[in-house]
């Protein structure tokens, strides 16, 4: 029976069934437990593109041991001499790859000749192995080169070593201890999510054939092209330059992709919503009838941020207590051209809403695009019931994906705004100045820290008492934070004197001290986002160390892999960013339910056990009453849009009518919605 010529190149293709067995290794890890629970979705995308970048690599590399190994450029290898090479290019790795263990976590130029030399090996030992046995196997029983011949024998191999490796991790996890056993590594889904999850598998392992096949082209391209150019047979070197332009898409397509998303959600984030069109009316918040700084300049976050403040009388009715309006400053990116002059705004506008009138400033660094947690706001105007004042000094306005490269400009402005506040503070009588602390969750964490790691300043605490500021609290430090990193790595060089204190929930820390502020960091176990970084391509994480040592919640029984860790690393960092209106759980990156006693614990704030039970139903109540505000306005102005649309297809005039008694952002309904709601909130 004639095989068609494409089918016999490709199932003949050592690289090609090297990939096969490399992306078979790869697979089982790829189903290993990360930090957080995958959706069936997420198992099936991340299996596909683990599967894929090892079969592209693994192909790759092949293609060059091949050509290395051709007698002379532009001829193929013997089997011989591609054996011969194979089994000195495995020596060769593994030798190196032992010599560098023991400081592959030392730098990233250390990890990465490491993570290469091992992936070389195994290549080497791959591609040698299926040459031997293809080479014995055909000349024993005659038959030519064929997808029964070639491929299909290596993907049995494939599955045995498969399976190996799930029994591999099996025997770990009986080893080390399975720790929370009761959080998988899949969750389980209903029937339509498990079929999209099936849809996506085989999509990936058909695109990833399709790609195999079309390196097999495409090498059939480039060889013709050298012949031509060289006058002889291409050879190993057509192979090589195939299988590494394939790379090319891959890493390209991956970016586009990924700027398209961020560009997605900027555009997204650049509204003006439904629930907050009006500017506000209370004389303590920007953007309002005292305020400098205009409405349009503060974003959407900003807008949020200061039409959700609570006033003295929403306070007094949880605390039972007497209460004052707290002040909400907002400098907004758009305000000021520069870094300077924002900084500048912030302290004048501080000074006309009354902030300096109020007994603590908290100076709260927002994430990329200007968002400050309204729990943790609220949070802390109960707790010092109104007697503060919160700023938020705007760096960016774009997500914080995209405001990465900005935090140095966000790091000098919390600095230039601390400076202003402490300079206004020392004309004032001592018995009036009030307290200055930080505040800073995700993104708006990294740059309130890194205030004390900047150029020019005393690396750590000490600089903070330099600024005037005597406490601070840090929800979910980003694992970029460069005085995070420096204080992990040289803990009593850093903080000598112990002043930072670092808790995966508040309660671990010693109680509040009326009045005392402390440096508190607030980071779960299983916050992906402290524990990703970019060098796990190729460069094991400190938390993925031996298993005995690892950090509670990090499973014992999963490996490192290069680039496999990467992506179950990413899936977790989307998955940890997950939350529910009204809804607080100690999970991922989701620090609610670690505000109030957080703000407690940093700053000194003292509450009743009572008063601590009406703040946390509060909190809930007013996040979900929000959250269902937000939804029903935006539901009506699309109604309201359409009915207009409407009208103008009719070819009537343009709609005018008076809508005021169906605002859901109306005065009259916000109560009531709020109340409705709130009733079922979850308790504290």
């Known amino acids: 029976m004639r095989r068609p010529q494409w089918i016999t190149r490709w199932a003949a293709d050592v690289g090609a069934q090297a990939g096969v067995l490399s992306a078979a290794w790869a697979v089982p890890a790829s189903f290993g437990r990360g930090l957080l629970p995958r959706s069936a979705i997420d198992q099936a995308v991340a299996t596909g593109v683990v599967a894929t970048v090892n079969y592209e690599l693994t192909t790759a590399t092949w293609a060059a041991l091949e050509a290395a190994a051709a007698l002379w450029p532009g001829r193929r290898p013997t089997p011989r001499a591609t054996m011969i090479a194979s089994g000195l ?117 058909v695109g990833m054939s399709a790609i195999a096949v079309a390196e097999q082209a495409v090498a059939g391209l480039i060889e013709k092209g050298l012949a031509r150019v060289l006058g002889e047979d291409a050879g190993a070197a057509g192979g090589f330059l195939a299988h590494s332009a394939t790379l090319a898409p891959i890493v390209v397509g991956s970016a586009v992709a990924l700027r398209r998303v961020t560009a997605g959600i900027e555009k997204r984030d650049d509204i003006v919503e439904p629930a907050y069109q009006r500017p506000p009316t209370s004389v303590h918040v920007s953007a309002g009838p005292s305020s400098m700084v205009p409405f349009d300049s503060i974003g959407k976050e900003g807008r949020r941020f200061v039409l959700m403040a609570l006033e003295a009388g929403d306070i007094e009715k949880v605390m039972g207590e007497p209460a004052v309006d707290p002040v909400r400053v907002v400098a907004g990116f758009d305000a000021a051209p520069t870094v300077e002059e924002r900084a500048q705004l912030a302290v004048r506008e501080l000074e006309a809403l009354g902030g300096f009138e109020r007994g603590l400033i908290c100076v709260a660094a927002p994430t990329g695009v200007g968002y400050c947690n309204y729990v943790v706001a609220e949070a802390l105007e109960y707790l010092t019931r109104g007697d503060c004042a919160i700023v938020v000094p705007q760096y960016a306005l774009v997500p914080s994906a995209l405001a990465l490269p900005e935090t140095m400009a966000g790091v000098r402005l919390t600095r230039l705004v601390l400076e202003g506040i402490r300079r206004r503070v020392e004309t004032m009588p001592e018995a009036d100045r009030p307290r200055v ?189 929000w959250a269902a505000r937000r939804l029903v306005s935006r539901k009506y ?46 308790g504290a």
């Not at 009531?672 to 979850?682: D, E, I, N, V």
């Open 437 to 625: 602390v930080l505040l800073g969750e995700s993104l708006g964490a990294n740059v309130a820290l890194d205030v004390a790691a900047g150029p020019g300043t005393v690396v750590g605490p000490r600089e903070f008492d330099h600024l005037g500021v005597s406490g601070g609290l840090y929800l979910g430090v980003p694992f970029r934070t460069e005085l995070w990193k420096r204080w992990r790595e040289y803990p009593d060089a850093i903080d000598p004197d112990h002043r930072l204190i670092l808790v995966s929930q508040p309660d671990e820390a010693d109680p509040p001290v009326p009045g005392v502020g402390r440096h508190l960091l607030v980071v779960h176990h299983d916050d992906p986002v402290n524990k990703f970084a970019y060098t796990m391509v190729v460069e094991r994480p400190w938390w993925l160390g031996p298993p005995a040592s690892r950090p509670p919640m990090v499973p014992r029984e999963t490996r490192f892999r290069s680039i496999t860790s990467f992506v179950l690393a990413v899936v977790d960092l989307k998955n940890g960013m997950q939350s529910r209106p009204g809804t607080f759980v100690r999970r991922g990156h989701d620090y609610r339910i670690d505000a109030r006693l957080g703000l407690q614990v940093a700053y000194g704030l003292l509450a009743s056990p009572e008063q601590v039970d009406r703040i946390e139903s509060a909190l809930r109540s007013r996040e979900s009453a």
């Open 637 to 682: 102005d699309e109604a309201r849009r359409a009915i207009a649309a409407a009208f103008e297809q009719w070819g009537g005039q343009a709609l005018d009518i008076d809508v005021a008694d169906l605002d859901p952002t109306a005065q009259e309904i916000k109560v009531p919605l709020a109340s409705r709601l709130g009733s079922s909130a979850p």
């Open 89 to 205: 290019t495995y020596a060769g790795g593994m030798l190196a790859a032992r010599a560098l263990e023991p400081y592959a976590d030392s730098s990233l130029a250390t990890a990465t000749v490491h993570t290469s030399a091992r992936r070389l090996a195994y290549t080497a030992l791959a591609g040698g192995s299926i040459t031997a046995a293809q080479t014995a196997l055909h000349r024993v029983t005659g038959l030519r080169p064929g997808l029964d011949t070639t491929l299909l024998p290596t993907m049995a191999m494939g599955a045995g070593v498969a399976t190996a490796a799930l029994v591999n991790r099996g025997s770990r996890a009986r080893r080390y201890g399975l720790v929370d056993p009761d959080r998988p590594a899949v969750r389980s889904g209903g029937a339509g999510t498990l079929a999209k999850a099936g849809v996506l598998g085989v999509g990936a392992a």
